[in-house]
């Protein structure tokens, strides 16, 4: 009996330790099955986070991009921006030039020699408007508040020239009080760009009242040059400008600055100044009246 319960203790002492080992191997079956399971969502995760990273990799790439292209965009403007300031500048200096040279011719005063260069006797046009691409034109500026003519300007050649007589003028230009002289008359009207190289006559914008010796011979002798050049070849050009000089609001002009360029050679160059004058007359030039000095 004895022995039979030693051999129950022993056996059920085995079945026991034989159920545990069972328990520990299902255990460790199931921990390896979740080790295999996480280490496969570990896998998964790594390589969706591979995946993210090399897209914003390229996300990254393309908005470097974009920023290198707007900056160049941005530099491109101000560069534009600097370019057109730069531009403005240059035409606000230029215009300036131009006013200060009106200003300054304005303000001389007759010491003796009646005609003047100006600008060391260059006519300063430029390569736009020394252009021949529109063929033979002339134009002249409305008058100012004042009545006065203020400026003309042409490219003159022999299709502008008149084939006609020129007619009578009959336009009194402001200040026109005229007066008889020992050589004639005082006054002349005066044209800017004179009739035998525009066929331009009984123009308001086209005349001022000049002096006899502002008309002929100064004038006159520039207009003469330029009239032979032309009638030399149909295919010569000649820029040209005539601006009439007040001081103020004065009616008659201080004086006329004539220059001109012959296009494709020089042989007609010259920008030059020449006061209404006339010796022997002292010239009220705010109003055109005058007395014998």
């Not at 969502?41 to 790594?46: P, Y």
């Not at 736009?128 to 004042?146: C, P």
């Not at 149909?234 to 012959?262: C, D, H, N, W």
Request: charged fraction near 20%.
């Amino acid at each position: 009996m004895k022995k039979l319960l030693t051999l129950l203790v022993t056996s059920a002492a085995l079945l026991l330790a034989a159920g545990c080992g069972q328990q520990s191997d299902q255990a460790t079956k199931t921990q390896q099955s979740r080790l295999t399971a996480l280490t496969k969502a570990n896998k998964a995760t790594a390589k969706a986070v591979s995946s993210k990273e090399s897209a914003n990799r390229k996300t990254a790439a393309k908005i470097s991009s974009l920023q290198a292209a707007l900056n160049s965009q941005n530099q491109a403007a101000e560069d534009a921006k600097s370019d057109a300031n730069e531009l403005a500048g240059t035409k606000t200096t230029a215009k300036s030039t131009a006013t200060d040279t009106s200003a300054t011719l304005a303000a001389k005063d007759y010491s003796g020699q009646q005609e003047i260069t100006v600008n060391g006797d260059k006519p300063g046009f430029s390569a736009s408007e020394l252009s021949t691409t529109a063929g033979a034109w002339e134009r002249y500026s409305d008058l100012d508040g004042h009545n006065r003519a203020t400026d003309a300007n042409a490219l003159l050649n022999q299709s502008l020239m008149p084939t006609s007589k020129r007619e009578p003028l009959t336009w009194d230009p402001t200040g026109w009080h005229n007066r008889r002289t020992a050589h004639g008359w005082l006054y002349n009207r005066s044209h800017l760009i004179g009739f035998q190289l525009s066929g331009e006559n009984n123009n308001p914008k086209n005349l001022i009242t000049g002096t006899q010796s502002l008309n002929n011979p100064l004038m006159l002798a520039h207009e003469m040059d330029i009239a032979t050049y032309l009638k030399g070849d149909a295919k010569r050009y000649v820029r040209y400008e005539v601006r009439p000089i007040f001081r103020g609001t004065e009616l008659v002009a201080r004086g006329v600055q004539m220059r001109a360029q012959s296009i494709g050679d020089n042989t007609i160059s010259f920008n030059v100044y020449i006061f209404n004058i006339e010796s022997g007359y002292t010239i009220d030039y705010a109003t055109g009246t005058s007395t014998a000095s």
